[in-house]
């Protein structure tokens, strides 16, 4: 991949001379730690026979006595990663990759380091440090630029070490806690913090070559997620944050504080449905093949898609219908467009569903899983989707007492990851939720999901005709009679009319608000009409907020794109997907058709009348609920009368 425009280059001689030095981090130093205890037994070796150990001075001078008074620590990373093997006296596959990792990540933190200092000013100040000319007015600059290098050198190490080792890692899971031993006086004694900690992680929970790997992998993502939190109130980082290197012998790119991912898709062994095996659905399925040919704009170079730019693109969407209605069907039928047009092109894809099974009883585990979920399919360097399936299951809804700490967790996480302050769109993944039952989910979860999806499956009679039809194969002799099979499945004709039956509304709740506003101010054509239609609406139903109307303006911009790119830019790469971010972006623009009057009160009432099906059933839930509680309290009574009186 060629640099962009905002991008420097990590040149190979400037990594590879800091190789020796690298391999003297791993070799052996001496280290007292300041923050974390030592998870290893602490015994001092007898330095010859029968001296024994001492015990370890304790000062009684006044100041002192506060003083970590723990010794240092020879920490040896070479001889404790070569002992991860048991009693093999040959170092294996595995521990190469560690070591050689390892000493790649550093000497690529040490570059970046110093590049950071030619460019921050911080060698000029380390160079009048030396000849003892160093004001008394730098000084505080001078410690502040010491910090943000150390930062910058602890997670480009981090990060650098989680990407080269990441296609080495197994199945097995490995906790490694809170890194504590953080240190940003210089970046040398950080590096010293953080290989000591590392050398303890090993020493413990290294047994084998598998958890070898994997307990690295863990300590630098422990490590990355410190680190980026103690930058966020750190100084003159700016030469740090204000900027992205590429290593190209890796295909690795540092992007601040940014994890760096490898670009590389998932094998899915799910069935795919092709479009016309989707029957009904008419609305969702148009907008899920129109979502997965968007995907396929985004710019690898740019790191965005000109349809999260123009507006129209889905980051979040909900489908919601009853049981066997369809939307198993229509998430194999979209993951299946996307892998193919991937593969097409050569792009990484992923896929992931986000199940009960990341539901775990230990506490903050669930929310691990959840952010591991988003990280996997934000990432910048593949296309993705990501399903989170039965959402009501697995996110709780806050103030429920049936729901799970662990649910909560999840809910905390896709909350903040969806429309959150660092939530940042960039057009290369889509999130879709799932539901039967999207009344039980988190209200406030809910409005996160910017589009609509209605699956409520086969409607019409030449719907259950067509799905009788498909479901039944070719094994059989029984003619199909007077039909046209799959011509009701025509998706141009069939979405049209499906938005047309939008110009009113369909929930009974929001209908009564429809006519009174139209009986009032007549047509909707204007703003100003239009505005009185939504305030009326956030009067008939208070949780129709802000959040809701940048959701409808989302949907309508989504009309406005309401056209499909062509099949044969999909088949050929070369003639759009190849092409350059401003040629794509003009190509798309092309095609967009006026926004009209009908679309936003379409998308008003397509918007509005799943937030009403979902109160009014929500409130019905509830009412059950409590008329059940009532009669099961006055059985109770009844029962403990008869019981008295008798």
Not at 191 to 205: F, S, Y
Not at 330 to 339: D, R, S, T
Not at 555 to 582: G, I, T
Request: hydrophobic share 40%; net charge negative.
């Amino acid at each position: 991949m060629s640099l962009t425009s905002d991008q420097m280059e990590l040149r190979e001689e400037d990594i590879q001379k800091h190789y020796t030095a690298a391999y003297g981090f791993l070799d052996g130093f001496d280290h007292t730690p300041r923050i974390a205890k030592a998870k290893t037994s602490d015994r001092a070796e007898e330095r010859s026979p029968g001296i024994a150990s001492r015990r370890r001075f304790r000062s009684t001078t006044p100041g002192l006595v506060t003083r970590s008074t723990a010794r240092p620590e020879g920490v040896h990373l070479v001889e404790s990663i070569e002992g991860a093997d048991g009693d093999d006296p040959l170092i294996s596959p595995a521990q190469a990759n560690v070591l050689n990792g390892l000493r790649r990540a550093l000497a690529i933190a040490l570059a970046t380091g110093e590049n950071f200092a030619d460019a921050s000013g911080l060698s000029d100040l380390k160079r009048a440090n030396l000849a003892g000319s160093l004001g008394a007015d730098n000084k505080a600059e001078f410690s502040e630029l010491l910090t943000a290098e150390a930062l910058t050198v602890l997670y480009v190490f981090a990060n650098s070490t989680a990407y080269l080792l990441a296609s080495h890692q197994g199945e097995v899971q490995v906790e490694v806690g809170e890194v504590e031993e953080v240190l940003t006086d210089n970046a040398q004694l950080a590096l010293h913090g953080a290989l000591w900690e590392l050398d303890q992680d090993i020493t413990t929970l290294a047994t084998d070559e598998q958890r070898l790997v994997t307990t690295v992998c863990a300590f630098a993502e422990q490590l990355m997620e410190k680190v980026a939190l103690r930058a966020q109130s750190a100084p003159r980082l700016a030469a740090f944050t204000g900027a992205s290197w590429r290593v190209e012998a890796d295909d690795l790119t540092i992007n601040g504080f940014t994890p760096a991912r490898a670009a590389k898709g998932t094998t899915l062994t799910m069935t795919f449905k092709k479009p016309n095996e989707v029957v009904g659905n008419h609305i969702a399925k148009y907008q899920a093949m129109k979502l997965a040919k968007m995907l396929m704009a985004y710019d690898f170079d740019r790191k965005l898609n000109p349809f999260a730019e123009l507006g129209g693109f889905i980051f979040t969407f909900m489908g919601d219908g009853m049981p066997g209605t369809g939307k198993t069907t229509l998430i194999q039928m979209m993951a299946g467009l996307i892998n193919d047009y991937c593969q097409v092109a050569g792009y990484p894809f992923r896929y992931q569903n986000l199940s009960t099974d990341n539901i775990d009883s230990y506490q903050g585990k669930s929310g691990q899983n959840a952010k591991a979920f988003i990280n996997n399919i934000i990432d910048p360097m593949a296309i993705g989707f990501g399903t989170i399936d039965d959402i009501d299951q697995l996110a709780g809804k806050r103030g429920d007492r049936q729901s799970s700490a662990g649910q909560l967790e999840i809910t905390a996480v896709l909350m903040e990851s969806f429309a959150g302050a660092n939530t940042v769109v960039r057009g290369n993944c889509t999130f879709g939720m799932f539901s039967n039952y999207p009344e039980n989910v988190d209200d406030a979860l809910r409005q996160r999901a910017g589009a609509r999806f209605l699956v409520d499956g086969p409607k019409m009679r030449e719907d259950y005709i067509d799905i009788l039809a498909l479901l039944m194969g070719k094994n059989h002799d029984i003619p199909l009679g007077d039909h046209d099979l799959y011509e009701a499945q025509a998706i141009q004709k069939a979405v049209a009319a499906s938005f047309e039956s939008h110009s009113r509304p369909h929930e009974a709740g929001l209908m009564n608000v429809f006519d009174k506003v139209h009986d009032q101010i007549g047509g909707l054509d204007t703003i100003a009409k239009l505005g009185t239609y939504l305030k009326a609406i956030q009067e008939a139903d208070p949780r129709f907020t802000g959040r809701a109307i940048k959701n409808i303006t989302d949907a309508v911009k989504v009309r406005a794109m309401d056209f499909e790119l062509p099949d044969e830019w999909m088949e050929n790469p070369e003639l759009f997907l190849f092409q350059s971010y401003e040629r794509k972006k003009d190509m798309i623009s092309a095609l967009r058709v006026p926004i009209t009057v009908e679309m936003v009160v379409q998308e008003i009432n397509r918007y509005a009348d799943s937030e009403f099906r979902y109160s009014d059933k929500s409130d019905e839930v509830a009412i059950e609920e409590a008329v059940r509680d009532m009669r099961r309290m006055e059985e109770a009574k009844r029962r403990y009368l008869e019981g008295k009186e008798s």
